[in-house]
């Protein structure tokens, strides 16, 4: 039935067997399994299309659409990326490094950085910092010094 349905990418929170996943290949059909729920939620709401609980009534609309799928390996750990979703608002970002303590001070200004655009555009208003501050009063200092 997902062979008679169109599609070109199975994923499941269960398991899937050798014999199914040979199958699916032979079809050119990538499977995965044991994808979290939260997971199979986000894609489908990105890509348009629905968490089956079964495939007796699968119908078109239920399919979601991506532009490219690829499998891509980097470092010892593959990944999946679906690009061109209809509906995506989010995106994922890989973090990796030589030692945990990197990765972790990496993620803190990732979120930190992420937090300040995220209030600047709520608020529509920016506060300047790293000196900012200090070198605009310098700036204006100046030209008070220049016009005594």
């Known amino acids: 039935k997902c062979v008679a349905s169109g599609a070109k990418v199975v994923l499941s929170r269960l398991p899937i067997g050798d014999l199914a996943t040979q199958y699916f290949a032979d079809h050119d059909i990538f499977c995965a399994g044991r994808v979290p729920n939260e997971d199979l939620q986000n894609l489908a709401s990105a890509t348009g299309g629905s968490v089956q609980a079964s495939l ?24 999946n990326f679906f690009t061109g979703c209809p ?48 070198m605009e009063l310098s700036k204006d200092l100046r030209t008070y010094a220049q016009s005594i």
């Not at 009534?57 to 470092?75: N, W």
């Not at 890989?94 to 300040?116: N, V």
């Open 56 to 79: 007796n009534a699968i119908r078109p609309q239920d399919l979601g659409q991506c532009k490219l799928f690829e499998e891509k390996q980097i470092g010892s750990e593959r990944y």
């Open 87 to 134: 509906e995506a608002h989010t995106t994922s970002i890989i973090l990796r490094g030589g030692a945990q303590q990197f990765i972790d001070e990496a993620d803190r200004s990732l979120h930190d950085a992420i937090c300040i655009v995220k209030r600047a555009i709520k608020t529509g208003k920016v506060v300047g910092g790293g000196g900012a501050i200090e």
